[in-house]
């Protein structure tokens, strides 16, 4: 039984969709994990995770929102159970040719670390991928009363860090 | 520029670019594979293992009788029960109580044999049930997932240490842990079943070499009011407060020829039998003739180290019977209060008394009941902390 359905799949049009949406996802992957690597495990799962509803979900072409959907919803499962909102800062991920001040990419990335992880989702989902209350809701499966109790205390933990001094420093 | 714009840039400007991975198409359709296989697998064990247990618990509810007394009827002499709360189930005779590795994520991967933190994994095949007072290390030690690992459900212990066991231990749903889930995985061979019976989780780890003992104890369980080594599921040794047996006072020395030594978890939502053992014989009077010649009153207690409203998370009932083989109707009953910082002493329907090394020691002697911290006149007596 195992493993037949596999070839009665759309292959190459989720392919397709893999290979054109694959680095935004992983973008806004990476900004939850702070991880290369994490980040493409995060990624796989959450495709591997909605493959099965291709057929179904991408006739509409929401198959996106629903990969992002599955993404963070995974990511906040995910990481309560496996690293209980633990995770090291002090050695960040490696890159060449930061496109920001080293400095700064440190900053937000340790300050992005110590948000509990619904807090780092609701800013992520609002702040990077632009999504409003209401679709960061429907995204997170959860209020809208919730998103903004969690973003506002994202935005005054963050206010706390050097992150949002920045500007104002330099 | 408000905070929320500046944000935005901030986190535009810092993200880096994805690095190309062309195979990513590939390894999510792998995944999803995998997780029908698995998905379809679990399906049907579960199946099994529900009509496994069924069969016992229709037994039990019938009309209103008992469970088979585990001391009537042939019993086979490779296996023995084991109890905790209300469910029992046949566990290998040979194989000892013993506790899991305390970090078993912190062994070092490369040379889990050898490292410090390995001392503590059983080292044969072994039984545990819960441990309602040991101490946890508030400290975690990540290390990344390789290619072949074994499922999360399996824990984070090194493929090189597992020894095969049984476990029963508490149901936490709630706590949302991959390595708590009920199902059936397979490693190299290996088998693990967990399976939950209302507030009990029952876990088994079968090595190769005998593949079918998950069955073999998922279809032993039954439920009981009273253990095979005499304790209840449920004492009012367990409340929050101090309680007083009623009946008859501890008996003379002569009149007993078995105690049943039963711990009970006192924690709030979670109380309840844990560990329980039998003490038989010449040490079962000995420890009787220790518990009447201790001074009256309670103590040793330490009340300068108290915490208000608090009294202890665990304690001991100790089941006094006149047939080693009784499990029922004891002589007469005493609780032992020994983990806080007062109430501390065994306590009888006549009155308390004082704990002593020849009355405390011998309950923590072995597993599945050992003191793992106390105050330091406790340990004293009753120590050495964590025995195994």
């Known amino acids: ?170 | 520029m408000s905070d929320e714009k500046h944000l935005r840039d901030l986190l535009s400007e810092v993200v880096p670019e994805a690095p190309p991975n062309p195979s990513r198409a590939a390894a999510a359709r792998a995944y999803a594979a995998a997780r029908r296989r698995r998905r379809i697998a679990i399906g049907a064990t579960t199946a099994a293992v529900v009509t496994a247990l069924a069969l016992p618990f229709a037994l039990a509810d019938r009309g209103g009788e008992q469970a088979e007394s585990p001391t009537t009827g042939p019993e086979d002499p490779a296996w023995r029960w084991v109890s905790y709360r209300d469910v029992e189930v046949k566990a290998p005779a040979a194989w000892n109580f013993d506790y899991e590795a305390l970090r078993p994520d912190c062994i070092d991967r490369r040379t889990p044999r050898h490292d410090p933190w390995a001392k503590d994994v059983p080292r044969a095949p072994y039984v545990m049930v819960g441990v309602p007072n040991r101490p946890v290390l508030l400290i975690g030690c990540l290390h990344d997932p390789a290619p072949g690992d074994p499922d999360p459900a399996f824990g984070d212990l090194p493929f090189t240490l597992w020894q095969p066991f049984v476990k029963l231990d508490e149901a936490r749903p709630d706590l949302g842990y991959p390595d708590r889930n009920d199902g059936q995985w397979q490693y190299r061979d290996w088998r693990l079943t967990r399976a939950t019976i209302d507030q009990v989780q029952i876990t088994v780890l079968a090595s190769p070499e005998d593949p079918s003992l998950g069955g073999s104890v998922l279809d032993s369980v039954r439920r009981v009011e009273t253990t095979s080594l005499g304790c209840e599921p449920g004492s009012p040794v367990q409340a929050q407060r101090f309680a007083k047996p009623s009946g008859s006072p501890v008996p003379a020395a002569d009149q007993v020829a078995s105690v049943a030594v039963c711990e009970y978890s006192r924690r709030q939502g979670h109380a309840g039998l844990e560990g329980s053992r039998r003490i038989s014989g010449e040490a079962a009077r000995d420890l009787v003739k220790a518990i009447n010649a201790a001074p009256a009153g309670g103590g040793p207690d330490d009340p300068d180290n108290c915490v208000d409203d608090r009294y202890g998370d665990s304690a001991i009932a100790l089941r006094f019977f006149a047939n080693p083989e009784q499990t029922s109707t004891p002589l007469a009953e005493a609780y032992v209060y020994y983990d806080w910082c007062f109430g501390n002493g065994i306590i009888d329907a006549h009155g308390k008394r004082h704990l002593t090394k020849a009355n405390c020691a011998p309950l923590f002697a072995a597993p599945p009941i050992s003191l793992w911290s106390g105050q330091r006149r406790i340990v004293a007596f009753c120590g050495p902390l964590g025995a195994r």
């Open chain 1, 1 to 170: 039984v195992s493993g037949v359905v596999v070839t009665e799949q759309p292959v190459a049009s989720f392919d397709e969709f893999v290979a054109s949406r694959g680095a935004a996802l992983w973008r806004s992957a990476w900004l939850l994990t702070g991880d290369n690597q994490l980040a493409e495990d995060l990624v796989q799962t959450a495709l591997g995770k909605s493959w099965s509803a291709w057929d179904r979900v991408s006739a509409n072409g929401s198959f996106e929102a629903y990969v992002r959907r599955v993404m963070y919803t995974t990511y906040v499962a995910w990481w309560r159970r496996r690293w209980n909102g633990e995770r090291p800062t002090a050695d960040l991920p490696e890159r060449p040719d930061p496109p920001a001040p080293q400095e700064l990419r440190h900053d937000l990335v340790r300050a992005l670390a110590t948000l509990p992880k619904g807090q780092r989702a609701a800013v992520v989902l609002r702040y990077f991928e632009d999504l409003s209350e209401r679709q960061t809701a429907e995204v997170l499966g959860c209020s809208i009363g919730t998103v903004k109790s969690q973003t506002a205390r994202a935005l005054a933990a963050l206010r706390a860090s050097s992150v949002l001094r920045f500007e104002e420093e330099s």
